[in-house]
T-cell receptor
């Protein structure tokens, strides 16, 4: 089983700051099978990034994804108030069981 | 515009079963994979499984194998998740999500429903 581990668990930041979230896999993940989701409080998740680095439709360009192998990152260049949420990475290849990481919470400092 | 509309909150007793529905509009139902995701109170996302309405093929997470059943009624563009022989730890919000296939039994989760809270309580 390929386990995704996200770090840190929680980050306290201010609007306007930049941030990089980490997602590390216990075994190599094919880049095209790595996605990031955002979940705001009380809402359903939404797809941000697919294929490790491709923004989903309607996602602002302050969100960017990168990485390969076992290490992937989600970067938010300038935090807006609506970006304070929980972020999950997910692998979605056939053999991965579409598993999620445990999430990273961004909170306002 | 694609919409994913789930049934409302439900309560079931331990050992009972409940069924959640998920209706898709704005997209050809059989051109989508339907995923189900569990979120226990205060916890993260856990993938339950995937259903292909085109041929009724399923892929279940090992944790949920035998404890859930995924089906669909293509005439109604609606997918279903049945929770079988429920336990207290099945108390959670269950999300339905859909996306076109990337490859066999694999896709992202592009379109999400609003979630269905399920409470298991005697």
């Amino acid at each position: 089983e390929n386990v995704l581990t996200q770090s840190p668990g929680t980050l306290s930041l201010s609007p306007g700051e930049g941030v990089t979230l980490s997602c590390r896999a216990s075994q190599s993940v094919t880049s095209k099978y790595l996605a990031w989701y955002q979940q705001r409080p009380g809402q359903a998740p939404r797809l941000l990034i697919f294929g490790a680095s491709h923004r989903a439709a309607g996602i602002p360009d302050r969100f960017s994804g990168s990485g390969s192998g076992t290490d992937f990152t989600l970067t938010i260049s300038r935090l807006e108030p609506e970006d304070f949420a929980v972020y999950y990475c997910q692998q979605y290849g056939r053999s991965s069981s579409h598993s999620f990481g445990q999430g990273t919470k961004l909170e306002i400092k | 515009e694609v919409q994913v509309i789930q049934s409302g909150a439900d309560v079931g007793k331990p050992g009972a079963s409940v069924r959640i529905s998920c209706k898709i509009t704005g997209y050809t139902f059989t051109d989508l994979y339907i995923h189900w995701v569990q979120q226990a109170p205060g916890k993260g996302l856990e993938w339950v499984g995937l259903f292909d309405p085109n041929n009724d093929e399923t892929e279940y997470s090992a944790r949920f194998q035998g404890r859930v059943a995924m089906t669909a009624d293509t005439s109604m563009d609606t997918a279903y998740l049945e929770l079988i022989n429920m336990r207290s730890e099945d108390t959670a919000v269950y999300y339905c999500a859909a996306a076109p296939p990337l490859e066999w039994l694999s896709s992202t989760l592009d379109y999400w429903g609003q979630g269905t809270p399920i409470l298991v309580s005697a």
